[in-house]
């Protein structure tokens, strides 16, 4: 449910939006080192596997790159031949792993708050309500995400003194308005160094919020492409058919007399 009082998402325009939209790879492949760096240190992304990071429709690095950038994380594998569970480094057909052994772990490192799995959040929040608005605009999922990275601010004067031990004033974030992601170790200007820029390229806030948003999009939606492209096909498929079928009724119906 949409909790009360919660802001509509700040509208981003992002590149994938509408029927023809595709995502932007250099976006995408940006937005990974942003969810690497610095999210995946409090949010899992279970349902994704290093692999689709080649596949076509995605970030689209080189095999090569993914075999490197999975060995950069820690996989818990076993039981070895001592009865024992091992880490060893990632390989591509790993899933992501989370950061914590399990959720009670998580919440005890983030002060009692559980940093969700990211793999779906962009289908499972809207940025904005209304069967309508959702309809023309979409959901509105990355631009929630983009929102909550974006919205901390100083709370109202009412508000200031009720402030909960160890949170945050965000109106953006979908359970309240107290949120337990922390402002300082998430992103600050210049936190993620982009590879396809020059070295004295500081990325700001902003944008590292919508390149992560984008990927974590994806990271929903890996088929996105796809889907479109077999949407519109079908549609011309269709139209053509009914050409078809208009011309066929036409000749039949000839000599029907009126
Ligand atoms: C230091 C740990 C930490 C880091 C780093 C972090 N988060 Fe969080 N995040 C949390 C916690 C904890 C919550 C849950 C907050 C709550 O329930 O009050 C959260 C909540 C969120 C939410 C809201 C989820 C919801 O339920 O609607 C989003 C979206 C989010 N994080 C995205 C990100 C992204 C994207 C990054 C990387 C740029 C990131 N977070 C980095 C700890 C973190």
Not at 212 to 240: C, D, H, N, T
Request: charged letters at 25%; glycine letters at 10%; a negative charge.
């Amino acid at each position: 449910m949409a909790a009360e009082g919660q802001k509509d998402a700040k509208d981003v325009s992002f590149s994938f939006e509408g029927p023809f939209g595709k995502f932007d790879r250099g976006q995408l492949q940006r937005g990974y080192k942003v969810y690497k760096e610095v999210c995946a240190n409090c949010h899992s992304m279970r349902l994704l596997s290093f692999r689709n990071l080649s596949e076509p429709g995605g970030p689209e690095f080189t095999e090569e790159q993914v075999k490197a950038l999975a060995a950069t994380f820690t996989v818990k594998d076993g039981p070895g031949e001592d009865g024992e569970m091992f880490d060893r480094p990632g390989v591509p057909a790993d899933r992501f792993p989370s950061q914590f052994a399990n959720e009670q772990a998580a919440r005890a490192s983030n002060g009692g708050a559980y940093p969700p799995d990211l793999s779906l959040i962009t289908k499972s929040r809207a940025g904005w309500y209304g069967t309508f608005n959702q309809l023309v605009n979409g959901i509105g999922g990355p631009e929630y995400v983009y929102s909550v990275l974006t919205g901390y601010e100083d709370p109202p004067a009412e508000l200031a003194a009720g402030a909960p031990e160890g949170k945050a004033y965000n109106p953006y974030f979908a359970s309240g308005h107290w949120i337990g992601m922390p402002l300082a170790g998430t992103l600050a200007d210049g936190s993620v160094k982009y590879d396809d820029k020059p070295d004295e390229y500081s990325a700001t806030v902003d944008e590292m919020s919508k390149d992560v948003s984008a990927f974590l999009a994806w990271a929903a939606e890996p088929k996105m492409e796809e889907r479109k492209r077999l949407g519109f096909s079908s549609l011309i498929y269709l139209a053509i058919l009914a050409l078809l079928l208009y011309f066929t009724k036409q000749k039949l119906w000839a000599r029907v007399e009126h």
